[in-house]
Nanobody, 125 residues
Framework: QVQLVESGGGLVQYLVQPGRSLRLSCAASERIFSINAMAWYRQAPGKQRELVASIASGGTPNYADSVKGRFAISGDNAKSTVYLQMNTLKPEDTAVYFC???????????????WGQGTQVTVSS
């Protein structure tokens, strides 16, 4: 069973001051093939999960308006790893961040979505 493991293995909660930067990483426990897309979502308390950034295979990144110019998504298909560089963090960026990779496990014929376990990021002074 392929798992996506986020920075710190899901045991780390990040507390960052406003204006600072943080980089999240997410790696699959096994190689994922035929990757169609990679993305990061987030869910703030009392809110629905929202798409933060995504990148389709061979495509250009897309960002939520709230993070454009501050966040950058990148991925390494060969390593089945996706990153999210977050700059100039704001308190409203506080949320649980989830990584996402759509593709096919080595021993599977089916393409499906894989999710990370979530990483708490709190932006506060």
């Amino acid at each position: 069973q392929v798992q996506l493991v986020e920075s710190g293995g899901g045991l780390v909660q990040y507390l960052v001051q406003p204006g600072r930067s943080l980089r999240l990483s997410c790696a699959a426990s096994e190689r994922i093939f035929s990757i169609n897309a990679m993305a990061w979502y987030r869910q703030a308390p009392g809110k629905q999960r929202e798409l933060v950034a995504s990148i389709a295979s061979g495509g250009t990144p897309n960002y939520a308006d709230s993070v454009k110019g501050r966040f950058a998504i990148s991925g390494d298909n060969a390593k089945s790893t996706v990153y999210l560089q977050m700059n100039t963090l704001k308190p409203e960026d506080t949320a649980v961040y989830f990584c996402y990779i759509d593709g096919r496990a080595e021993n599977s014929d089916l393409e499906r979505a894989y999710w990370g376990q979530g990483t708490q990021v709190t932006v506060s002074s």
